[in-house]
């Protein structure tokens, strides 16, 4: 049974930086495309970023440039890095994985979802 635990959400001010962990079980992290998501009040679920088994990464145009997604293969861990955070970030954040090999940003694709970690950025 897969099983994805984010953490590392919380509340800072804009211009500050988080970073989020999604630790995996029952799925090998790097093997297939893993990526964050993230939904805000009101909005869909959009994708954030992906990195796929050979750490070929994708950012939304929102955040390019602001945040970095990782993963560690020994720990089964994926990473995400965000800096410059924006009050537009607040947002519950996913972590996801997929059986799909290529780095994706389409909600379908993915099989398997996190429980989420809150990101709050006040102005």
């Known amino acids: 049974q897969v099983q994805l635990v984010e953490s590392g959400g919380g509340s800072v001010q804009a211009g500050g930086s988080l970073r989020l962990s999604c630790t995996a079980s029952g799925y090998n992290v790097g093997t297939y495309s893993v990526g964050w998501f993230r939904q805000a009040p009101g909005k869909k679920r959009e994708g954030v970023a992906a990195?796929?088994?050979?750490?070929?990464?994708i950012y939304a145009d929102p955040v390019k440039g602001r945040f970095t997604i990782s993963q560690d293969k020994a720990k089964n861990t994926l990473y995400l890095e965000m800096n410059s955070l924006k009050p537009e970030d607040t947002a519950m954040y996913y972590c996801a994985a997929t059986r799909w090999p290529f780095r994706t940003l389409y909600n379908d694709k993915y099989n398997y979802w996190g429980q989420g970690t809150q990101v709050t950025v006040s102005s």
């Open positions: 990195i796929d088994a050979y750490a070929g990464t």
